[in-house]
Nanobody, 117 residues
Framework: QVQLVEAGGGVGQAGGSLRLSCAAS????????MRWYRQAPGKQRELVAA???????HYADSVKGRFTISRDNAKSTVYLQMNSLKPEDTAVYYC???????????WGQGTQVTVSS
């Protein structure tokens, strides 16, 4: 089992920055890709960014150039640095961790990010 604890959400100003973190604990060996998703009210959950075990990254078009995903394997933690925030970034952000053995996806509890204009 893997437990995920997210932190860093809150209220930010448009044009400002916030940093999210997601710390994994428990059976954290063989973690592959780590991802951040978000879900705005009335919308489907969408992938924001992903980082593989080899640090290859992927971003949604809507956040490219503004958000940066990173990971610290020693701490089993993934980060999302969010810069140049926009009101449309307002959502609940969820951490997702993919394990190889046994194959399973774990989800964090979600952290609210609100961007005021």
């Amino acid at each position: 089992q893997v437990q995920l604890v997210e932190a860093g959400g809150g209220v930010g100003q448009a044009g400002g920055s916030l940093r999210l973190s997601c710390a994994a604990s428990g059976r954290t060996y063989m973690i592959n890709t780590m991802r951040w998703y978000r879900q705005a009210p009335g919308k489907q959950r969408e992938l924001v960014a992903a980082i593989s075990s080899t640090a290859s990254t992927h971003y949604a078009d809507s956040v490219k150039g503004r958000f940066t995903i990173s990971r610290d394997n020693a701490k089993s933690t993934v980060y999302l640095q969010m810069n140049s925030l926009k009101p449309e970034d307002t959502a609940v952000y969820y951490c997702n961790v993919e394990k190889a053995l046994p194959p399973y996806n774990y989800w964090g509890q979600g952290t609210q990010v609100t961007v005021s204009s």
